[in-house]
């Protein structure tokens, strides 16, 4: 068999030139609508305002759609036919929560109270937070994170956050588990694998743990404290940012450039988008609510053993001297420990009772922000990274919930709230 000869360098690109010729097909390159956005999208003098329109425009849709579900359906069902008809029909109910049976305090909750934030029971506030506050808020957020993942912004509001993440040891891959993280915690800590070094991954993942709150905690913010939920994220966000920086100097480790692909802009198809949805809202109920309802046993039992009351005598003097607020605060963030929306609902309730001020109630919704992550975070935490990184992770949050707790008091104070 007669070997064949071996082509030359110039008759290689010959051929290239050759079968290019016959398969490539050449035309005018339209400019269009698509390719106006992404560029306008991407470049810091017009993809700034870009991006601040998109994020306004998502906490707007956010607040109309959780507050026409909570404030609309939720509240008058479950405060004026729901808990008034739970109340009369359930046995062993006594004048006040101490007379009334066990059962009755873990289930109902107080026989006095006339909203399912106050109450307290596993059938009141627990089913209350649950599908009346934080489901509509869960649905609200994954929507708008779907419609920004399918159609190919969340790329290049990485590239924009790039420089800024940078400042603080991170790239702009951060803001996506960041994103991630203001939907749920979970799912963020996991996120946080697209970072590519060691050091990258421990900061992400503490900073969310300790500064980022949930959709399910902003959606209860919400309900109490409107007109302040913007002010405490900016000071969450200002948290995350000052800490990061410290952890970017006392880490070692390297902080690599982003590299990252830019897809064209694309229309979300309404069956992936309703097929993810679908799937973030089952993983929510599957995992929240049974931290729900677990985290109000556990604390009706704390406080009906006595541990809750003991508690708040030891720690009395930190929280009213150096936090301002009252001992009360102690459930809530025992509370905090299981799920962290159900805890500033146990807020609530103290204010609503007359126990905590404006000023207290937003020191205690900050303590509770940058207190422990909630027992899934916690774990994932631990899974991700392991006992050491876990147990430096907890040294961050201790010092962050100090500092940024007496800082918070410090300000309401001046501000005279």
């Given at each position: 068999m007669k070997a064949k000869a071996r082509l030359s360098v110039d008759e290689r690109w010959e051929l290239v030139d050759e079968i290019s010729k016959r398969v490539v097909l050449r035309g005018k390159y339209k400019h269009t609508l698509k390719d106006v956005l992404s560029d306008l999208s991407v470049r810091p003098a017009t993809g700034i305002p870009f991006m601040i329109a998109v994020l306004y425009g998502f906490w707007m849709f956010f607040g109309a759609f959780a507050g026409f579900f909570t404030d609309g359906l939720a509240v008058p069902f479950f405060d004026d036919h729901y808990l008034p008809a739970l109340q009369g029909a359930f046995p062993g109910a006594g004048p006040t929560m101490a007379e009334s049976s066990p059962l009755y305090m873990i289930l109902v909750g107080d026989p006095n109270a006339t909203n399912c934030?106050?109450?307290?029971?596993?059938?009141?506030?627990?089913?209350?937070?649950?599908?009346?506050?934080?489901?509509?808020?869960?649905?609200?957020?994954?929507?708008?994170?779907?419609?920004?993942?399918?159609?190919?912004?969340?790329?290049?509001?990485?590239?924009?956050?790039?420089?800024?993440?940078?400042?603080?040891?991170?790239?702009?891959?951060?803001?996506?588990?960041?994103?991630?993280?203001?939907?749920?915690?979970?799912?963020?800590?996991?996120?946080?694998?697209?970072l590519e070094t060691k050091k990258q991954r421990f900061m992400?993942?503490?900073?969310?743990?300790?500064?980022?709150?949930?959709?399910?905690?902003?959606?209860?913010?919400?309900?109490?404290?409107?007109?302040?939920?913007?002010?405490?994220?900016?000071?969450?966000?200002?948290?995350?940012?000052?800490?990061?920086?410290?952890?970017?100097?006392?880490?070692?480790?390297?902080?690599?450039?982003?590299?990252?692909?830019?897809?064209?802009?694309?229309?979300?198809?309404?069956?992936?988008?309703?097929?993810?949805?679908?799937?973030?809202?089952?993983?929510?109920?599957?995992?929240a609510v049974p931290f729900v309802i677990l985290g109000v046993v556990v604390v009706n039992l704390l406080y009906w053993t006595g541990v809750i009351d003991w508690l708040s005598r030891v720690t009395e003097p930190l929280f009213v001297v150096w936090f301002g607020v009252p001992a009360a605060t102690v459930?809530?963030?025992?509370?905090?420990?299981?799920?962290?929306?159900?805890?500033?609902?146990?807020?609530?309730?103290?204010?609503?009772a007359g126990v905590l001020s404006t000023g207290q109630l937003i020191t205690s919704v900050v303590l509770v922000s940058?207190?422990?992550p909630c027992l899934a975070t916690f774990i994932m935490i631990w899974k991700e990274g392991g006992t050491r990184d876990l147990l430096k992770s907890l040294g961050v949050l201790a010092t962050s919930f100090f500092v940024f707790g007496g800082l918070m008091h410090a300000i309401v104070t001046l501000a005279g709230v």
């Open positions: 934030f106050e109450a307290f029971g596993v059938l009141t506030s627990a089913l209350f937070v649950a599908f009346g506050v934080v489901l509509p808020a869960i649905v609200a957020f994954y929507l708008i994170l779907t419609i920004l993942e399918d159609c190919g912004y969340l790329p290049r509001l990485a590239t924009l956050a790039d420089t800024v993440l940078h400042k603080i040891g991170l790239h702009g891959f951060a803001i996506v588990p960041t994103i991630l993280s203001l939907g749920c915690n979970v799912p963020a800590v996991y996120g946080c694998r697209v992400m993942m503490t900073l969310l743990g300790v500064f980022i709150p949930c959709a399910a905690q902003i959606g209860i913010m919400r309900e109490l404290i409107p007109q302040y939920t913007g002010l405490i994220l900016i000071y969450l966000f200002f948290g995350f940012f000052a800490m990061g920086a410290l952890l970017n100097k006392l880490i070692p480790g390297r902080s690599p450039e982003i590299l990252i692909d830019v897809p064209p802009y694309r229309s979300p198809q309404r069956s992936n988008v309703l097929r993810k949805l679908g799937l973030r809202v089952r993983h929510f109920l599957k995992t459930g809530a963030l025992v509370m905090a420990f299981m799920r962290k929306d159900m805890a500033v609902g146990m807020l609530g309730g103290l204010a609503s940058i207190y422990f």
